[in-house]
């Protein structure tokens, strides 16, 4: 019997490196930065949030019923609700990997990047970020810090 494919739900603030160490691992990733650019010719619009999220969650499962056996999806996912439209797509095992990394080291390498979050926007989603629980429905829970993120994934 063959596994169920997995999806990967990356959750972190901005600049705590998911996105890096999702490509670093070689990992097929639907990312909401990505979409923004596809549907919107602009990474930073934030006013089609709805449509993003529709959008990746059509190609995840579009990917589960190819038989594809993981799928990484980058976003903040800072919060239970955010990540709760994952656990209704069938035919997958959910599994959070969350990247625990300070606020300083987060706004640090976010001033380094071509597109820098305002700062107090970094802080206000701090103090948003609810870190993930088996509760919520996920399979597995992987835990990336600064110390760990070159690491093999999940």
């Known amino acids: 019997m063959k596994p169920l494919p997995r999806l990967l739900v990356l959750v972190g603030l901005p600049g705590c490196g998911k996105s890096t160490w999702a490509r670093d691992q ?20 934030q006013s089609i949030h709805k449509q993003v999220f529709a959008a990746m969650r059509y190609l995840i499962r579009q990917r589960i019923a190819l038989g594809r056996p993981v799928t990484c999806v980058d976003a903040t996912h800072l919060t239970p609700r955010e990540r709760r439209p994952y656990f209704r797509i069938k035919g997958c095992r959910v599994e959070a990997v969350y990247f625990r990394v300070p606020v300083n080291i987060c706004q640090q390498r976010n001033a380094l990047r071509d597109r ?24 597995r829970i992987w835990l990336v810090t600064p110390e760990r993120q070159g690491g093999e994934h999940p």
């Open 26 to 45: 070689g990992l097929p990733t639907v990312s909401s930065d990505a979409m923004r650019q596809l549907l919107a010719d602009d990474i930073t619009n």
């Open 116 to 139: 820098v979050v305002p700062p107090d926007v970094i802080e206000r989603m701090a103090a948003k970020l609810v870190r993930p629980s088996k509760k919520e429905g996920f399979s």
